[in-house]
């Protein structure tokens, strides 16, 4: 093939296979940020609730005849996997900010609210924090999502236990972990 038409061919199908931009419709982050939702430090106490529907998983842990995954920044689904075709779910337990977990005789290690927390799970109905240990450098609340903008949280409107997405309007924070 003579080499003006090659080139000729190849530009033609180049041209054709261009189509618009396919995240043209999606938002930009700079069009939507997030705002702070603030709680009390009662709000955010580590409880046992009704089951939900997972959103946003994390860690995925096995324990014995239990299945347990994480919702990130939220808590933990606890699934009774006595049959791993079909696991029964249990209950969630909330832990505000948990990102992480590890199990050591039936003792479930958590990230919650810039501290490590060693709760018992013989019973995840009556979960008891059996320690404490507070992580250096973390700030007070649940961070806010990486990549975007906020609204620069206030520490005396009180703990951060969510981040709600908002259009954006001048935030002036920026998390760029």
Known sequence: ???????????????????????????????????????????????????????????????????????????????????????IALGFLRIIGNSDMAIKDNILYADYMGNLVALTIDDFTNVQQKGKLELANWEKGVPPPVGYRFECADPAMGIVVAWKKVKNENLKCYAIR
């Open 1 to 87: 093939m003579n080499p003006k038409k090659y080139l000729l061919v190849v530009l033609l199908l180049a041209l054709l296979s261009c189509t618009g931009d396919p995240d043209l419709d999606q938002p930009r982050s700079e069009d939507f940020g997030y705002r702070p939702v603030y709680g009390s430090s009662e709000s955010a106490q580590i409880a046992w609730t009704s089951p939900q529907s997972i959103a946003s998983p994390g860690k995925i842990y096995v324990y014995g005849k239990y299945l347990l995954v994480n919702e990130a920044r939220e808590g933990i689904h606890v699934f009774d996997n006595s049959n791993p075709q079909f696991p």
